[in-house]
Every structure is written in structure tokens, then in C-alpha cells.
């Protein structure tokens, strides 16, 4: 990835991020077991919604600088990883939705939010990336 096609990086995902927010949103009023799931969703995707707007900002302003400050390949690596975690997020809400559809809880449930908890906690990495990256370009 270069410097021209972060951008459009980024916009794929914003959309991604709003994708996952609508899917999240609705869980919460169909199953009591996801909510507390839910909200962690919501705060971690606002979270890396927000640094992508930051990351944006920077990038209409100075791209030199931000090719003096930052690794592109750390960059890309860190873009790469949202992008999964946000493919992986929509896949497993998606099941999440088929179980709730199924049952209001059970091992179909529990084993979906396992799941969305181990992909949190791999874009949380990504988030701490992130907020990295927007630190040295601050400096």
C-alpha cells in the first residue's frame, strides 16, 4: 500500500465501522445476553472510527510529514489488521444474529461471543497501534 491509497483505505473502513455499529445495535434489544458484548462493540469500533478521522485529518494536511514520521509498512500492517477484525467482527455478528434468532441464549450464543471477544481483543491491539502512529505524528 502507498501513501495514495491510504485514504481510500480509510473510507472503506469508515463504512466498515457503521456496518458493525448497525449490526450491533441490533442485538441489544433482542437478547440480554448481548448486551454488555454489544456495548464493547460499540466503544472499540468508536474508538478506531475516531483514530481512522484523526489519521484522515493528517493525511489532508501533510502527507510529508507523515512519510517522515511514520513507517508506511507499519501503516499498511495496522490498516490490514482493522480491515480483518473489522471483516471478522461483521461475520461473527451476523452469527450472532442467526443464534439469537434460534435461541435467546445457549452454546450457539456463548460460542458466537467467545468469538466476537477474541476479535475485540485483537482490534484493541490494533486500536493501541493506532493511537501510536497518531502519537508520532502529533510530535
Known amino acids: 500500500m502507498d501513501l495514495a491509497s491510504v485514504p481510500s483505505t480509510i473510507v472503506s473502513l469508515l463504512r466498515s465501522a457503521e456496518s458493525v455499529r448497525r449490526r450491533t445495535r441490533l442485538l441489544i434489544p433482542s437478547n440480554t445476553h448481548a448486551d454488555r458484548l454489544a456495548q464493547s ?3 472499540k469500533v468508536s474508538t478506531t472510527e475516531a483514530s481512522l478521522l ?4 493528517f493525511l489532508e494536511s501533510d502527507k510529508i510529514a507523515i512519510c517522515e514520521a511514520i513507517s508506511l509498512e507499519q501503516l499498511n500492517t495496522v490498516l490490514t489488521g482493522c480491515l480483518r477484525r473489522f471483516s471478522e467482527l461483521e461475520s461473527d455478528l451476523s452469527t450472532v444474529q442467526a443464534a439469537d434468532s434460534r435461541a435467546n441464549s445457549g452454546p ?3 460460542q458466537c461471543g467467545r468469538r466476537l471477544t477474541v476479535v475485540l481483543e485483537r482490534l484493541q ?3 493501541v497501534s493506532l ?4 502519537k508520532s505524528l502529533e510530535q
Not at 484523526?54 to 485529518?57: A, E, F, H, S
Not at 493511537?131 to 497518531?134: G, H, K, R, S, T
Open 41 to 43: 462493540v460499540l466503544q
Open 125 to 127: 491491539l490494533y486500536n
Open 108 to 110: 450457539d450464543w456463548t
Open 54 to 57: 484523526r489519521l484522515r485529518g
Open 131 to 134: 493511537a501510536f502512529i497518531l
